[in-house]
């Protein structure tokens, strides 16, 4: 993997102290990168002949002067975020849990939610593949439980859910899903699945629920707009980074200057603005394919977890049908000429999977949902710096699990700003 990152980085070019960039961090495994040099008071070490850059972690250095952000051209905020799906606005409410006083923007070139929140599942369950990914399903599942709690009147649904794979898989389910998913062995099989193929088991967990991530958004966002500006509708044509902060230049030539600035970008990696940037963290986008069942879900219906083929059947009590996730393996895909039809190919794959188990649904599947997600390069989602100033931030490509993982990946982006306080306040 290309590691130097200096060739994307541009300093600002209205900043007469940036002088030369110093070298690029290398990145640590799963996509964390280390922090440029930095001084004994915390400040990234100057390039020669340049002055020294003011402390970043000193309030006084990133406040703002303005009460509110996201003016007209010349506008200044404290932390900008790039992309408003579900993560970009939990990332604004952790940095306005973690200090009430900043100032953010969200922005985004479509509506709140418009991208791949849209259609996303919003199915949450405590499961990861790795270390990183437990702890973060874990942290996110603790934030999900107190905000439920907190506001049983948002769109989280909690779920039970049974997982189905083969018996041998036994060991590796109990490392894969956390103690809090109370994995336990059952003979009662969902009404969905009238029998199971040679070899496999059923087991029950807990911490399953599944949202209406577009609508979730949407009311997240509505309690933050009187402390967080939102700019729907504007694109971000170039992004720039210098010891000082970063600037941003919109559409219609506004500028934005920001003490950060996190990109958010869902599956839009390649993008102009910020291709160059993320392209050495190697992260790839892939189709994502969902079947609708036309099948009324039952009250007591649960989720069911194909564990070894990476897909779920879910009621969508909400909508009145099933929902049937598969693993297209269709990579490179490009969101903004993706076709949201779905294909023969997918209809076919689809219903010969869901054949070895609801044979009953299979013939049901007529409709659909198309988009795709990007994903880490070694499967981890990733939340780290882009520019040897840390002042650009990257977080994303959870994988499909963006709804899942979206709090989680929210604090580790706010981790990366240095004026920020640690550890997170809770948030609901």
Do not use: N
Not at 288 to 297: C, G, K, N, Q, T
Not at 369 to 382: E, I, Q
Request: aromatic share 6%.
């Amino acid at each position: 993997m290309d590691t130097d990152r200096t060739r994307a980085c541009r300093t600002l070019a209205t900043d007469p102290e940036a002088g030369p960039a110093p070298a690029a961090p290398e990145p640590g495994r799963g996509g964390a990168a280390a922090p440029a040099p930095r001084t004994a008071a915390g400040t990234p070490d100057p390039a020669p002949g340049s002055t020294a850059a003011p402390d970043p972690t000193d309030p006084a250095v990133y406040r703002t002067a303005a009460a509110r952000s996201g003016g007209p051209a010349g506008a200044r905020t404290d932390v900008a975020v790039v992309g408003a799906g579900i993560l970009g606005v939990l990332i604004a409410r952790e940095v306005l849990a973690r200090d009430p006083a900043a100032t953010v923007t969200v922005l985004d070139r479509e509506m709140i939610g418009s991208g791949a929140t849209r259609r996303s599942a919003g199915l949450h369950f405590p499961r990861g593949a790795d270390d990183t990914a437990r702890t973060l399903a874990a942290e996110s599942e603790r934030f999900y439980a107190d905000l439920h709690t907190a506001r049983p009147d948002l769109p989280i649904h909690p779920l039970a859910m049974t997982v189905i794979a083969p018996e041998a898989a036994e060991e590796r389910l109990r490392e894969v899903y956390l103690p809090e998913a109370k994995l336990r062995w059952t003979t009662e099989l969902p009404p969905a699945v009238p029998a199971l193929p040679r070899d496999h088991g059923a087991w029950e967990g807990d911490g399953c629920q599944y949202a209406d991530v577009h609508a979730l958004t949407q009311l997240l966002a509505a309690e933050l707009r009187p402390a967080v500006s939102f700019r729907e509708g504007v694109a971000v044509e170039t992004v720039a980074a210098g010891p000082g902060g970063a600037r941003l230049t919109l559409t219609g030539g506004a500028t934005l200057t920001a003490g950060h600035v996190v990109i958010a970008p869902g599956p839009w990696l390649a993008e102009p603005a910020w291709r160059e940037l993320v392209a050495p963290l190697g992260a790839r986008v892939k189709k994502i394919v969902a079947l609708h069942v036309d099948v009324p879900p039952a009250p007591g219906d649960r989720a069911v977890v194909l564990d070894t083929e990476d897909a779920f059947l879910l009621p969508l009590h909400h909508r009145g049908h099933w929902l049937f996730s598969y693993t297209c393996q269709e990579w490179d895909a490009d969101p903004a000429t993706v076709d949201p039809a779905l294909t023969a190919g997918h209809l076919r794959e689809a219903r010969a999977l869901l054949t070895r188990y609801a044979p009953g649904l299979a013939a049901h599947c007529r409709s659909g949902r198309v988009f795709c997600d990007a994903y880490g390069p070694d499967g981890s989602p990733l939340a780290t710096r882009l520019d040897p100033y840390g002042r650009l931030l990257f977080a994303g490509a959870a994988g499909g699990s963006g709804y899942r993982l979206a709090p989680a990946l929210a604090a580790r982006a706010a981790d990366l700003i240095p004026s920020l306080p640690s550890p997170r306040k809770a948030t609901t």
